[in-house]
């Protein structure tokens, strides 16, 4: 069925560092891929998110990396500030739908 | 520009009873979908209305029921709680003339069922 596989579920950087993110999904018709931040107690709050026809996307420190062969899809923040500690979430939409399948989560923490 | 709304924020009840979630989607978006987040979980997509008419629908019992408005709000109505029912939920809000998938959410409503 359709999945979304997160790596890590934790992440500990020093301030100023980059940190990753990866996900694969199952569904290969797959063509919408958003990343959210959840910080305590609020929201899902979108940051970023690519569609199949782009192989990478840059906003400022965030950016998305995909690879549709491998079904392989990563957010990389450089220059980590404490406040990017939160929960982030990858989610892919399978084809023929608009329901986000949604990864099991990474608990970044940015030490100061 | 009004983002996603949704009451109320706190809900308790007990097992058995039955609880209506409402939302109110983004400013020009037509589509509201529902999430079910367990703690420490990634949200599981519920249903999602569109034109007033349930669209899509994942792995929940029927005891999960919505409905959509004319003005586009939504209801969530969940029958005969269980303990296991205590969860944040999640409206989203969407519009299907942009392609329908960019979804923004609404804070939620946090269920706790005793």
């Known amino acids: 069925g359709e999945n979304v596989e997160q790596h890590p579920s934790t992440l500990s950087v020093q301030e100023g560092d980059s940190a990753v993110i990866k996900c694969t999904y199952s569904?290969?018709?797959?063509?919408?891929f958003p990343w959210y931040k959840q910080e305590l107690g609020k929201r899902p709050q979108l940051i970023i998110d690519?569609?199949?026809?782009?192989g990478e996307k840059k906003d400022q420190r965030i950016a998305v990396t995909l690879n549709k062969t491998a079904k392989h899809f990563s957010l990389h923040i450089t220059e980590t500030q404490p406040e990017d500690s939160a929960v982030y979430f990858c989610?892919?939409?399978?084809?023929?739908?608009?329901?986000?399948?949604f990864g099991t989560g990474t608990r970044l923490q940015v030490f100061p | 520009d009004a983002g996603v709304t949704q009451s109320p924020t706190h809900l308790i009840k007990t097992r058995g009873q039955q609880v209506t979630l409402r939302c109110s989607p983004k400013?020009?978006?037509?589509?509201v979908s529902w999430y079910q987040q367990a703690l420490g979980q990634g949200p599981q997509f519920i249903f999602q209305?569109?034109?007033?008419?349930?669209?899509q629908r994942g792995n929940f019992p029927d005891r999960f029921s919505g409905h959509q408005f004319p003005n586009y709000s939504s209801e969530l109505n969940v029958n005969a709680l269980l303990l296991g029912d205590s969860a944040l939920y999640l409206c989203?809000?969407?519009?299907?003339?942009?392609?329908?998938?960019?979804?923004?959410f609404g804070p939620g409503t946090r269920l706790l069922v005793l």
């Open positions: 690519i569609r199949s026809n782009v």
């Open positions: 400013s020009g978006h037509d589509t």
């Open positions: 569904d290969s018709a797959s063509n919408y």
């Open positions: 209305y569109y034109e007033e008419e349930e669209r």
């Open positions: 989203a809000s969407s519009s299907n003339r942009d392609g329908g998938e960019t979804q923004y």
């Open positions: 989610a892919a939409i399978p084809g023929n739908t608009d329901k986000l399948i």
